[in-house]
């Protein structure tokens, strides 16, 4: 693979770039995965307004058609995800899987099925709880999404967002344990949720499924770390070349020791996916 088709940065470990030159010299036998908050969309205030990079979706467009599969594996529910990236309205997307709350949701572009189970009753239990938890702890100000399969705790534009993710995490640890749910942090969230699903168990179904030998996947939270795990057992086994991009930031700096790519929020993943498009000549 010559110079002029790496998109820049290059990958810092050999693993990375046997998986990156994989990926420009055989594109139809590899799967690109992404994250959608963070990565594919900035993190702001209102995560109801996180729409998709426009750039992001423009290059996804080109690429789409070159590649074995597109795949979007995300905490927020399929159809919010649908909402904010409009990957059902746009072409080039015929091979994408979105696959919502960790894995338990999944949309497929190639026949516009969608599947939603049923939420947990035990979220439901923790949400009723939470009012009066925060009132107890002077924090009636976080603001509570309804996720349905699970509850997010926003502590983003708080006076002390980080102090006050500090105070929630072990009372909502408890609380969660109590219901037979798990409660885990994020970028100035704490999400509780049935932790019998999360991204490297969905990322690993999705290879069983399909015919990818390599795999591209970009994250930017603690969420991700299960599929950076998953991806790195498989290819340490020999079975996928893997290259694992972390969107970066100052707020999580977990996946930047184990990625291959370091780029710094979704502007810098925008940039990539437009050069990988130009170097797969999509």
């Known amino acids: 693979m010559p110079l002029s088709a790496v998109p820049a940065p290059p990958p810092r470990t050999d693993a990375g770039a046997a998986a990156l030159a994989s990926l420009v010299g055989d594109p139809e036998q590899a799967m690109l995965a992404f994250d959608f908050d963070g990565t594919l969309a900035p993190i702001i205030d209102d995560p109801e307004q996180a729409h998709a990079h426009d750039r992001s979706l423009a290059a996804l467009q080109r ?3 070159c590649v074995g599969k597109l795949a979007v594996i995300t905490g927020r529910p399929v159809r919010t995800a649908l909402r904010l990236g409009a990957f059902a309205e746009r072409d080039g997307m015929s091979h994408l899987t979105i696959l919502g709350q960790y894995g338990a949701e999944r949309w497929d572009s190639s026949t516009g099925d969608e599947s939603v189970p049923p939420p947990p009753e035990a979220v439901a239990e923790v949400r009723a709880a939470l009012p009066a938890l925060l009132d107890s702890m002077g924090l009636a100000d976080v603001r509570i999404e ?3 399969r699970a509850v997010v705790l926003h502590t983003r534009g708080l006076p002390d967002p980080a102090g006050a993710q500090a105070l929630l995490e072990g009372p909502l640890a408890e609380l969660a344990e109590q219901h037979g749910l798990a409660a885990e942090p994020g970028r100035f969230v704490v999400e509780v949720r049935d932790p019998s699903v999360d991204k490297g168990a969905a990322l690993r179904g999705l290879v069983a499924e399909t015919d990818v030998r390599t795999i591209v996947y970009a994250g930017d939270d603690l969420g991700d770390l299960p599929a950076y795990e ?8 020999g079975e996928v070349e893997a290259l694992l991009v972390a969107v970066a930031s100052d707020e999580q700096p977990a996946l930047v020791p184990r990625a ?3 780029l710094h929020g979704p502007d810098e993943l925008a940039d990539w996916l437009e050069r990988l498009a130009d170097a797969l000549d999509c």
């Not at 998953?230 to 086994?237: C, E, P, Y």
């Open 230 to 237: 998953a991806l790195t057992v498989m290819r340490d086994a």
């Open 146 to 148: 309804d996720k349905g």
């Open 260 to 262: 291959d790519v370091v």
């Open 63 to 65: 690429i789409g058609p």
